[in-house]
């Protein structure tokens, strides 16, 4: 597998393909791989790597897509942060090692497969956060500002069908921009929360929500029977990043191939400033 003599991506070095190495979940490794050449190759299976992934596709580039872990199919998320790496923390003696727990999970889809799903914007003030706070260690201000990506969090918004209401938010950048869904139906305690808001007079309005409130683009509904949080949606109401929200291979023709099992240790930099994806 390559991308090409032209292609700044280099070669892609293949996985072993013997079934003992891969892990449980992961799809054979494609019979032509070694013959294809690709355009782009994409770290990472997640919500940032099949968006990107989806984009080119849709440009009429060929894509590989390298992800660490396995499809999610009915492993916990306990089980999958398992197979996670560590993240850097500070021992007792106060020095880094990898011994924090794993920021997200590596399956296919990311963190998206559990993530609770919110969806909100930067705030305006965000993106030029240091005349408020400072700088400290790293510059905290954006190189642009929120009109900038205001087309880009609607395509999305879009993509992975958000719920909420826009105008109901007091500090949302564009009350008048809307959201492809009404809010998901009210829980319980958020019940609770909007009356004790009221007796308070706080301003109280319903969390944008990657959720489908109702049927959207092929997915169900949300039917409140399980919990968001570290939890696979089992009817597809949540966007996650995969079909229906996200096209991925198969989805848009043969443009994308999707290699499970493959973890990326380097990227080394040749002189002529040609990239190499070494899988283990």
């Not at 296919?108 to 706070?133: E, K, L, N, Q, S």
Request: charged share 15%.
């Amino acid at each position: 597998m390559s991308a090409g003599p032209e292609s700044p991506l280099g070669t892609l070095v293949n996985a072993p393909r013997t079934a003992a190495r891969r892990p449980f979940g992961c799809d054979p490794v494609p019979d032509d791989l070694d013959d294809r050449v690709f355009d782009v190759c994409v770290i990472g299976s997640g919500a940032a790597g099949a968006i990107t992934a989806a984009a080119c596709a849709a440009a009429g580039l060929d894509v590989a897509v390298l992800e660490r872990g396995p499809h999610p199919g009915a492993a916990s998320f306990d089980e999958l942060v398992e197979l996670s790496e560590p993240a850097y923390a500070r021992d007792a003696k106060g020095c880094w090692s990898l011994t924090g727990y794993p920021w997200t999970t590596c399956n296919v889809g990311g963190g998206t497969v559990f993530y609770g799903a919110a969806a909100f914007r930067y705030r305006r003030v965000d993106f030029a956060a240091g005349g408020h706070f400072g700088d400290g260690d790293l510059p905290v201000d954006w190189p642009y500002d929120y009109a900038a990506l205001a087309p880009y969090y609607a395509e999305v918004e879009s993509l992975v069908g958000v719920s909420g209401d826009a105008a109901a938010d007091p500090t949302h950048p564009d009350p008048s921009s809307a959201l492809p869904m009404p809010p998901v139906e009210t829980s319980p305690g958020g019940a609770r929360l909007l009356k004790a808001a009221a007796e308070l007079a706080l301003h109280a309005f319903p969390t944008p929500l990657a959720i489908a409130s109702q049927g959207y683009r092929g997915r169900s509904g949300c039917v409140a029977d399980t919990p968001c949080m570290e939890t696979a949606c089992p009817h597809g109401a949540k966007g996650v990043a995969e079909p229906p929200c996200v096209p991925t291979p198969g989805a848009v023709g043969n443009a994308i191939a999707r290699i499970t099992g493959a973890r990326v240790h380097q990227l080394p930099m040749t002189p002529a400033r040609v990239w190499e994806a070494m899988q283990a």
